[in-house]
């Protein structure tokens, strides 16, 4: 039970960090947060969210979220000049002097945070990681151009990738791994990824898919309609409501066959209420 909320958390951070940024473009298939797959109702590409699979353990499906949304902040968060995104890590390196050096600075510190995973980083991965970071640094010395480059290198995302694969690697179920490998490339998920449709997130919080809200409500049944009681002609729920009123009489309608007359005295049997009858 813990392990599910524990991945349930990581997934809630990545989509509360999604929905500040859904309205950016997708930055190829290197993106931490979203990705563009093939519809298959329309065979046309459409813009998903990318998630943590269920198959990586409670412990690094957090670090996972955690170098997803830093890299995404440091890389691509802010804006896009030249078909190139920016993110945090290319405005900080603008800073003269030290700017290079507090970027690189970010970047180790999120090569930190992947080396804390429970299956633990290959030595050549660890050594692509920190070549990657001392390149953006070099890169990043060199005035203007630099910065460009830079952002276009793009280290911590790069090094995002190689944690992805490391997590596949140790987790992923062989069998799941044959049966992707047999699909044509452009079809092959991400490493670490799977992909969830924007209208998922209202589906989770509602707990009903919006396609079928509307026949999911279920109506309450009208009340019946109760005839109106009436005595001496006057509806029950007006007597006694106004002067205009007739209600406060009590009497009732004279019933005949009982013999009960219009004063309501009852008359001996066989005897009628008509005047003929009295004055025999």
């Given at each position: 039970m813990?392990?599910?909320?524990?991945?349930?958390?990581?997934?809630?951070?990545?989509?509360?960090?999604?929905e500040?940024?859904?309205s950016?473009?997708?930055?190829?298939?290197?993106d931490?947060?979203?990705?563009k797959?093939?519809?298959?109702?329309?065979d046309?590409?459409?813009?998903?969210?990318?998630?943590?699979p269920?198959?990586i353990?409670?412990?690094?499906?957090?670090?996972?979220?955690?170098?997803?949304?830093?890299?995404y902040?440091?890389d691509?968060?802010?804006?896009?000049f030249?078909?190139?995104r920016?993110?945090?890590?290319?405005?900080?390196?603008?800073?003269?002097?030290?700017?290079?050096?507090?970027?690189?600075?970010l970047?180790?510190?999120?090569?930190?945070?992947c080396?804390?995973?429970?299956?633990?980083?290959?030595?050549?991965?660890k050594?692509?990681?920190?070549?990657?970071?001392?390149?953006?640094?070099?890169?990043?010395?060199?005035p203007?151009i630099g910065?460009?480059g830079?952002?276009?290198f793009?280290?911590?995302?790069?090094?995002?990738?190689?944690?992805?694969?490391?997590?596949d690697?140790?987790?992923?179920?062989?069998?799941?791994?044959?049966?992707e490998?047999?699909?044509?490339?452009?079809?092959?998920?991400q490493?670490?990824?799977?992909?969830?449709?924007?209208?998922?997130?209202e589906?989770?919080?509602?707990g009903?898919?919006?396609a079928?809200?509307?026949?999911a409500?279920?109506?309450?049944?009208?009340?019946?309609?109760?005839?109106t009681e009436t005595?001496?002609?006057?509806?029950?729920?007006?007597?006694g409501?106004?002067?205009r009123?007739?209600?406060?009489?009590?009497?009732?309608?004279?019933?005949i066959?009982?013999?009960i007359?219009?004063?309501?005295?009852?008359?001996?049997?066989?005897r009628?209420?008509?005047?003929?009858s009295?004055?025999?």
């Amino acid at each position: 039970m813990a392990n599910v909320i524990g991945k349930y958390a990581a997934k809630k951070l990545l989509r509360k960090q999604m929905e500040k940024y859904k309205s950016k473009d997708v930055d190829g298939d290197r993106d931490p947060y979203f990705a563009k797959v093939k519809d298959p109702r329309t065979d046309k590409m459409k813009k998903v969210k990318k998630q943590v699979p269920d198959y990586i353990p409670e412990h690094d499906a957090k670090i996972l979220a955690r170098v997803r949304s830093r890299a995404y902040k440091l890389d691509m968060c802010l804006f896009n000049f030249l078909g190139i995104r920016f993110g945090w890590s290319s405005v900080v390196g603008l800073i003269p002097g030290a700017g290079d050096l507090i970027d690189g600075l970010l970047a180790f510190l999120l090569y930190s945070e992947c080396r804390k995973v429970a299956c633990g980083l290959d030595p050549w991965v660890k050594f692509q990681m920190i070549v990657n970071i001392a390149l953006d640094f070099a890169i990043g010395v060199v005035p203007v151009i630099g910065d460009l480059g830079d952002a276009a290198f793009k280290a911590n995302t790069r090094n995002l990738r190689l944690l992805e694969k490391t997590l596949d690697s140790a987790y992923k179920p062989k069998a799941q791994q044959e049966a992707e490998s047999r699909l044509p490339l452009d079809q092959q998920p991400q490493p670490a990824t799977v992909y969830e449709d924007f209208s998922d997130e209202e589906y989770d919080r509602r707990g009903t898919p919006p396609a079928y809200e509307e026949q999911a409500v279920v109506r309450a049944p009208a009340p019946a309609r109760v005839p109106t009681e009436t005595r001496g002609g006057v509806p029950a729920d007006t007597r006694g409501k106004g002067w205009r009123s007739s209600g406060s009489r009590r009497e009732r309608q004279p019933d005949i066959e009982m013999g009960i007359p219009r004063n309501g005295k009852s008359q001996p049997p066989g005897r009628s209420n008509t005047k003929g009858s009295a004055r025999r």
